[in-house]
């Protein structure tokens, strides 16, 4: 699968750069997951948004959904015919959210249950309910064709059970949002908690995303790889940044 970043700043968008949206794609499959801020401009440098077959959210926060509304529009105001509804994945947890995702003829709100894995495409996905002020999923992606995977952590702080699902992930994306110094914090990880995260749960590679707009980046990046204790690939994210795997 082929993953881009559309956006990794966590909270609000800064610098013209976006918030939290990865691109993935296989078999020709295209598959959103989180559509924040600035989500429909870096897409369309990659795939025409109409082309997308669908997109699945972690949860209802502003940073996180800010452009789905947008992406509905457009797909509503193009001229073009027999453009498929988007199926939009969601959980029912919040259903003035998950309300929102059907527009009729645009798209259709598809709720996913957060006990089973949910088969979308090329991809078989399962579902682990974080630590978060609103109910938030981490998601375990698998490439069915190759038994690749990728997990994103979403929004969390760190809990008990959250290696045993990063476990021996190929490409590991997380939520790291502080400097070492705010551990067991309610909504985020830190730098040390997403590097002993990492090492217990046997990861390929790490992606830091979820960024915060005024700390020193490579700081943290130093810090996770300091309580890593490995030499796996360790990368800030990035607009744009593609990662095959
Ligand atoms: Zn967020
Ligand atoms: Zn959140």
Redesign the pocket.
């Known amino acids: 699968m082929e993953i881009t970043i559309l956006g990794f700043w966590?909270?609000y968008p800064h610098k013209g750069e976006g918030t939290?949206s990865f691109l993935l794609q296989s078999e020709g499959y295209s598959l959103l997951l989180d559509a924040g801020s600035t989500t429909l401009v870096q897409l369309e440098q990659v795939l025409d948004p109409l082309l997308l077959d669908s997109v699945i959210l972690t949860h209802y926060?502003h940073?996180?959904i800010a452009d789905l509304g947008v992406l509905q529009y457009m797909r509503q105001l193009k001229p073009t015919t027999n453009i498929p509804e988007l199926i939009i994945y969601g959980h029912e947890e919040d259903s003035t959210h998950f309300e929102q995702l059907t527009l009729p003829g645009v798209s259709k709100g598809v709720g996913y249950d957060p006990n089973k894995s949910l088969e979308v495409g090329p991809f078989e996905i399962s579902f682990l309910k974080t630590k978060h002020p609103v109910i938030c999923y981490a998601m375990r992606i698998v490439e069915k064709s190759s038994q690749k995977v990728l997990v994103f952590t979403a929004?969390t702080g760190y809990f008990e059970g959250l290696a045993d699902f990063c476990q021996g992930a190929d490409v590991l994306i997380t939520d790291t949002y502080f400097l070492e110094g705010h551990e067991r914090h309610h909504a985020h990880l830190t730098s040390k908690e997403t590097g002993l995260l990492a090492k217990e749960a046997g990861v390929k590679s790490l992606v830091l995303s979820?960024l915060k707009q005024d700390v020193d980046l490579e700081e943290l990046l130093s810090q996770t790889k300091h309580y890593l204790e490995n030499d796996i690939p360790v990368q800030l994210a990035k607009t744009q940044l593609k990662i095959t795997i």
């Open positions: 966590g909270g939290t926060h940073d996180h929004d979820h």
